[in-house]
């Protein structure tokens, strides 16, 4: 860029510069005189100026701002809390306003939300959150890193208010975190919940059933049951919950999804993490870069790599075979009498694609249940990732 160039660009910025300030100044004038005055797309205008330059004073006018907007002041109808904000966004925010779509980003509606919160306005706070959940749905990718916090806010909200709006919610959350953007922790923390929410569309009771097949658990597998993580324990009780006939009529996936979560978070807190540092390396083979996050919870897929590398006898594999001799079932690996059924990592892809292969069906539910549950592999599994 030559320097003629160069002086010309700089005149014109500080043109827009000088437009901008003084446009601010008269809006401060005008609040500060008029307040009632302001039209919504101008409270639009100065609220994304400050988010946008935090050199502009906003201490005193934000909050003030905020609670002016007609927005804030209307009563949300709970059945249009999905488009209200987007809707009034659209309408002031359009290609004759001073501030147009592209100056509203997701950092302006991070602040509007939190003020939102500040002022104990849910409805207006969760109309936000699903405007933000709308555009991450939508691929904007500057909304991808508030995805995990927004699905987690409006899950709290609506797990109280509406069953059905919060398994979507969970159906997403599941998603994300097939596709890393969303905690195993998070994630595994919240499943539970679709249970007592799925029982409560039907207008059943969830508790008595646990209890139920907790004791019944305990009774047919004794000591075996209670040497269970929490973590496991609890998606042991929902595998058998969504096992029974009826309930895989219902949802054909819920039950063989929870059996592998058990056997990933048994195998993760017994096995996996106590060694992370060998079997991480096995995984790895000749790679560097590692392939899970410290959080992350081994697939059942690298599981079965695991077990069948440590039942080789290779001498390659000596440190893997080294680790699992200090299980309680360290025979039964090394003889391959455990070896992860096919049909486990197989089916646990299938979950994770569902739009590639279509839905899951009652057929590949009840063949999974046989092999898996029936057959009593998993509990004799679980069983033998106990500690010696």
């Known amino acids: 860029m030559n320097d003629g160039l160069r002086d010309v660009l700089k005149i014109v910025l500080d043109e827009q510069e000088g437009k901008r300030r003084e446009r601010i100044q008269r809006l401060e004038e005008i609040f500060r005189e008029r307040p009632e005055s302001l039209t919504d797309r101008d409270r639009l205008e100065w609220i994304a100026q400050m988010v ?64 939102f919160e500040r002022l104990d306005k849910t409805a207006q706070s969760i109309s936000v959150y699903e405007h933000i959940l709308s555009e991450t749905i939508g691929g904007d990718p500057n909304y991808r890193d508030s ?35 969303v905690s195993d922790e998070r994630y595994y923390a919240v499943l539970p919940q679709e249970t007592e929410l799925f029982y409560r569309e039907l207008g059943e009771a969830v508790d008595q059933d646990r209890c139920l097949v907790e004791e019944r658990l305990r009774l047919e597998f004794g000591d075996t049951f209670e040497k269970l993580h929490a973590i496991t324990k609890s998606h042991i009780v929902d595998a058998e919950l969504w096992s029974d006939d009826c309930m895989r009529n219902l949802e054909p996936s819920a039950g063989p999804r929870r059996w592998v979560l058990a056997v ?13 540092a060998v079997l991480e390396r096995a995984l790895q083979g000749n790679r560097s870069e590692s392939l899970l996050r410290p959080e992350q ?18 001498p390659a594999y000596a440190l893997i075979t080294a680790v699992f001799r200090r299980l309680r079932g360290r025979q039964k690996f090394a003889d391959a009498q455990l070896d992860v059924p096919e049909v486990v990592p197989t089916h646990r892809a299938r979950f994770a694609h ?32 106990q500690p010696d």
């Open 354 to 385: 569902v739009t590639e292969g279509g839905t899951y069906t009652q057929e590949e539910c009840n063949d999974f249940i046989k092999k898996v549950r029936d057959s009593e592999w998993v509990y004799q599994f679980l069983l033998a990732l």
């Open 297 to 314: 919870s081994c697939s059942i897929g690298q599981i079965a790599l695991l077990v069948k590398k440590a039942g080789s006898g290779r």
């Open 264 to 276: 990933e978070s048994e195998f993760h807190h017994k096995m996996f993490q106590p060694n992370r």
């Open 147 to 181: 995805a995990e916090d927004c699905l987690f806010k409006l899950f709290e909200h609506y797990k109280g208010t509406s069953s059905r709006r919060a398994r979507e919610l969970l159906m997403l959350i599941r998603i994300y975190n097939e596709n890393d953007l």
């Open 52 to 115: 946008r330059n935090p050199e502009i004073e906003r201490a005193k006018h934000f909050e003030r701002l905020v609670t002016s907007l007609s927005f804030t002041k209307d009563t949300i109808d709970p059945d249009n809390l999905k488009m209200a904000w987007k809707d009034f966004l659209t309408l002031e925010t359009s290609s004759d306003s001073p501030t147009s779509a592209e100056e509203w980003d997701v950092a302006c509606d991070l602040d509007m939300v939190r003020c």
